[in-house]
DNA sequence: TATGAATGAGCTTTCATTCAT
DNA sequence: AATGAATGAAAGCTCATTCAT
């Protein structure tokens, strides 16, 4: 019978370009009617599938799709990121990478980034793989690591990186409601923002 | 059978608080369980209702019925921040009182918060009578008028209000993810954070 | 207690005058959005009754109500064709006045009309009172008396009065059609039809 | 899960079979029990389903089954008038034609011929493909051609066919009276009564 | 690798009616 | 004469998932 694919075997060309058009079609479910209405049934209508049996039979069960779906805009915006903040040798320079990384981002990307915030601030789902800390550790690196350096002043790392990490998440909110919002505007103030708040007091 | 009640007579006491209770049964089965799987069988059960008919019965239908979560939990916001910010005299006076006060909120009203924000994340739901602005309208002001009175800096006011938001609703995700943050702390970085992003810069 | 009122005290003025509030809102709603959909809160509704308990309290059940209805709009129907046909001193005089009157008053009272067609040919209720063969009779009747009088020619009666009560009803449905259609020129050529259709063929 | 087929896709044999078993089972309720009562509870139960699951499976929805319900009676009964009416000549011919297979029709075909009234006379219930004057237009056309070649006298044609279709209509109702009724006494009747109404006056 | 078929549980909403003053 | 409150049953529909090829 096999209800499922076998899954110590390792992927096929076939079954991998099935399982990213399947992935593809739930991002932009996600990202244009919400999480709670992103049902096999739509995502299946949108990924033109005859019937949701191919997504049960491409991934275990919801939870692993939608797995699948944070795993890879996450991986992507991390290596859109991690390109731009590789080269910084200041904290502070990092600090501004990253945001400005995150929001360009979020800009290009929106189909994937409301997708992602779409599963984030769903709730009741939990994603084993990543932890709300794990999003925040490169965040409280640098900030910590500006610290050490007497870049930054003191504060409590943690909660500014939450800070750090909630207004980067607002600018796919804020285009919902200014639909004409400029990326490279609100880059500039949160980045003004943040440099002013972590700067050292003389 | 009353279908549901008539709007235009003024409610009987019984019915206030029978209204209430769901009210409030829906609010901790949405902080509880998240806004998705807040079924009216879920609340009826956590109300010890008979059956789902009664919630059917008190609220035209489930639009209604989280409207009247949301209209209450806000309100009751509404009035604790306006209490507290109502006497400050200093735009930068009103903008800690502002933050104190929401903070503080959302640590002692825990389950309220919970909900509003499970509701609010939701998305796909949209309550009629409020609007995205309208939440941040009062701080955009405070901001404005922080401006013309020279004490805070040049900068967007509708991005630094969007920021200030986020960091308020980021304290319950931060004591999702460290139960044992202390709110008063919270409170206090958040308040420098945005006392030294807002100064003006000498 | 007392669920419903006495049913052997005689009606009072006020509960006459509710149960024919009732009665109107019944036929009201019958005739505007089908007998189907209307149920009792929609009744309610329509007659600004706080509860569809009212209904409940002057009617035994939803049978009793419809039954109400049926034979109000029947009485008058009755009553209106009666008046007109009772002059007439030939049969082919009593079918004409018989058509002339039915379709008029399904013109003029297209209301009370839509509601008597809209249960009748709901199907599934049957009304005690009201016998299929009931409608016929006073057709057929005529029909008898005219084949007896040798005005008519000879033709199964049963099946003539069929055919009369089916065209008289096919009047609110042809205007349902060609809303503009006109009373006065569908009774002559229903009238044209029947004087030709029963006449003694030479 | 396929929430419900696709459609551009055939029907599987399987597929077909299922759907014409539950397109009978809706049929014989909607004849026994009107349409009213014509639940997917009792429909599944006729059809011997394990559960209403299956019907939403096969159809969209409930508007999706009765479209199916009415088009296949609508179209065994169109091509049983069809065949009958193809070979006449005449206008009067094609007339007494159409009258007969109509009621032969609902004659042998009770079941089916009930379920389409209880569907047509249900009211609030649209179906797309079938307007009101789409059933009408055979008719007037025969008696339009006919009139214009000289075969029937002048009558205004649409209320004429709306007569015939009403007496066509007439005979399942007068079955329900008269069990015993004889179609073909019935058809005679009927045929008489509009080749009387319909003759050229001398 | 894919698919058609089927399923049980759950959802919100509406129904006419009854309970208790 | 009226009413507010409550109720069980049933409705149509959608959910993710499993069965069987």
Redesign the pocket.
Known sequence: ???N?ACDTPL?F??TA?RGQIVRAAIETIAEHGFA??????IAERAE??????????FK???DLITEVVVQVLSALEEYVGTRTHGTTTARGALEAYLRANIEFADTRRTEMGALLGVFTAGGFHIDAIEHDQVLSPIERILRDGQAAGEFRAFDPYVMAAAVQRCVEGFPMALEARPGLDADSYATEIVTLFDLATRRTS
């Open positions: 019978m096999e209800v694919r096929s076939t079954a099935r209405a992103a049902s096999f049934a739509r599938l005859s019937s949701t049996r191919l997504i049960s039979y491409h069960d919801k939870k």
